[in-house]
Nanobody
């Protein structure tokens, strides 16, 4: 079993920055891709970013490209999401996810086996 715990959410003004972290525990000896998704009130969960085990493959949603950066530290079993130039429309609960069956990170929620509990990000205008 895998546990994912997010941290780093909070309230920030538009134009500000936050760094989210997601620590994995449990089945960490295997290679796995990781992703970040978000869900705003009344909306479906949507893809934000994903990264392969090596870190060479990184994918972003068009809405965050150039502002967000995903990275990982496999020695710490942790993935990060650096969020810059935040906008009010970035307000959502952010979830990290892990997929042990893929080499290339996916963009769909159904491709990920494990999920964290989420961390709230609120961007004020």
């Amino acid at each position: 079993q895998v546990q994912l715990v997010e941290s780093g959410g909070g309230l920030v003004q538009a134009g500000g920055s936050l760094r989210l972290s997601c620590a994995a525990s449990g089945r960490t000896s295997s290679n796995y891709v990781m992703g970040w998704f978000r869900q705003a009130p009344g909306k479906e969960r949507e893809f934000v970013a994903a990264i392969s085990w090596s870190g060479r493959l990184r994918y972003y949603a068009d809405s965050v490209k150039g502002r967000f950066t995903i990275s990982r530290d496999n020695a710490k079993n942790t993935v990060y999401l650096q969020m810059n130039s935040l906008k009010p429309e970035d307000t959502a609960v952010y979830y990290c996810s892990a997929d042990y069956s893929a080499v290339v990170p996916g963009r769909a929620t159904h491709e990920y086996e494990y999920w964290g509990q989420g961390t709230q990000v609120t961007v004020s205008s």
